[in-house]
């Protein structure tokens, strides 16, 4: 299984770019990369995907190198809505996808 | 168009007892997770089903059961509740997209308290 490692938590003010990495040295050949957001009490919402190189969608940006052994999810002019917990996962599939989650980035977006 | 649906939304347990945990998936999604989520904890993957199979099991003991309807909807058992089994138990409905890749949506969660 490949297992994703990301800093515990980061600070923020508003307006500014925010970068999680995320490391997953042991991804295999068919993994993609997903990046889910959690607010409390909530269940976790897809923010985007990714196989390599770059994707872009109306609420973020993954960047993965070509080595694909870690990606970065920027966040472009944060706002205090934005302070939740951000997971990256890769997805394993064998006859079915056990996706396993790690501990998360708190990020806390201040004023 | 309805997204995830989970119930009930809370439920309180005595240790000992049985619970039945309800999930309806998002319109036209073919397969079913269920998570738990221990307080300031990541999810922790307990099962999936397609075709009202159980697909993939995490590591969660036997008692721990599941079980998908025709209409995939599904269902998340947990018999001898433990106090340690007190947290927020998710859903979340995908498609069945054979190892490609994976966007699953999660609903609201149920939180089951065990006293």
């Known amino acids: 299984l490949a297992k994703t490692t990301q800093p515990i938590s980061m600070d923020s003010y508003e307006g500014q770019e925010v970068n999680i990495t995320c490391s997953h040295n042991?991804?295999?050949?068919?993994?993609?990369i997903t990046w889910y957001q959690q607010f409390p009490s909530q269940g976790p919402r897809f923010i985007i995907q990714?196989?390599?190189t770059k994707v872009t969608n109306e609420v973020a940006s993954l960047f993965i190198p070509a080595d694909r052994k870690s990606s970065t999810l920027s966040l472009p002019r944060v706002s205090l809505s934005d302070t939740a917990v951000y997971y990256c996962?890769?997805?394993?599939?064998?006859?079915?996808?056990?996706?396993?989650f790690g501990a998360g980035t708190r990020l806390f977006v201040k004023a | 168009d309805a997204g995830v649906t989970q119930s009930p939304t809370h439920l309180i347990k005595t240790r000992g007892q049985q619970v039945t945990l309800r999930c309806s998936p998002k319109?036209?999604?073919?397969?079913v997770s269920w998570y738990q989520q221990a307080l300031g904890q990541g999810p922790q993957f307990i099962f999936q089903?397609?075709?009202?199979?159980?697909?993939q099991r995490g590591n969660f003991p036997d008692r721990f059961s599941g079980h998908q309807f025709p209409n995939y909807s599904s269902e998340l058992n947990v018999n001898a509740l433990l106090l340690g089994d007190s947290a927020l138990y998710l859903c979340?409905?995908?498609?069945?997209?054979?190892?490609?890749?994976?966007?699953?949506?999660f609903g609201p969660g149920t939180r089951l308290t065990v006293t």
């Open positions: 042991n991804i295999a050949t068919n993994d993609y």
């Open positions: 319109s036209g999604h073919d397969t």
């Open positions: 089903y397609y075709e009202e199979e159980e697909r």
């Open positions: 990714g196989y390599k």
């Open positions: 996962l890769v997805g394993e599939w064998s006859g079915g996808f056990k996706t396993i």
């Open positions: 979340a409905s995908s498609l069945w997209s054979g190892g490609s890749s994976y966007e699953q949506y």
